[in-house]
């Protein structure tokens, strides 16, 4: 099986391989989780670390890959137990993942996939059209 790694992501012809940016992801909120564990750390600063810093972790490079429903599962999967951990509930409490993320105002990762996808659509269209 063909192997390279690019930017820290080993890339091969199983998309499995690049999940590890979820570890990843998991490292840089562990990272922050002092500043986004505390309970007086205002929760719009959270948010903002969490989409600024956090998220784009996981994110990173998908608009080259395929998202099957396996990788689409474990990326939303992880988004929740972060933003879960964000507003300070866990599963016991029955909070609906769909209201929290109503609630800090976060899109779905699978929408923000699509969107980073389009873009680079977009930016190739452009390039086409300039370079012709």
């Given at each position: ?16 391989a690049?999940?590890p ?9 562990t ?6 564990s ?17 998220r784009?972790?996981?994110?990173y490079n ?7 429903k ?10 929740i ?6 507003k ?7 909070v609906?993942?769909?209201d929290?993320r109503k609630?800090?105002?976060?899109t779905?990762i699978?929408e ?6 389009l873009?680079?659509?977009d ?10």
């Open positions: 099986m063909n192997k390279f790694l690019c930017l820290g992501v080993t890339i091969s012809e199983k998309v499995e690049e999940i940016t979820v570890s990843a992801a998991w490292r840089k909120y990272y922050l989780s002092g500043v986004i505390e309970k007086k750390a205002p929760r719009k600063l959270k948010i903002k670390l969490y989409i600024a810093v956090i784009p972790v996981p994110l998908t608009e080259c890959w395929t998202v099957r396996k990788q689409e599962h474990i990326l939303e999967k992880t988004e137990m972060m933003s879960r951990r964000i300070g509930v866990t599963l016991r409490d029955k609906k993942s769909m929290i609630e800090l105002g976060l779905r699978q923000k996939v699509r969107e980073m996808r873009r680079c659509m930016t190739c269209r452009e390039w086409k059209n300039t370079t012709t």
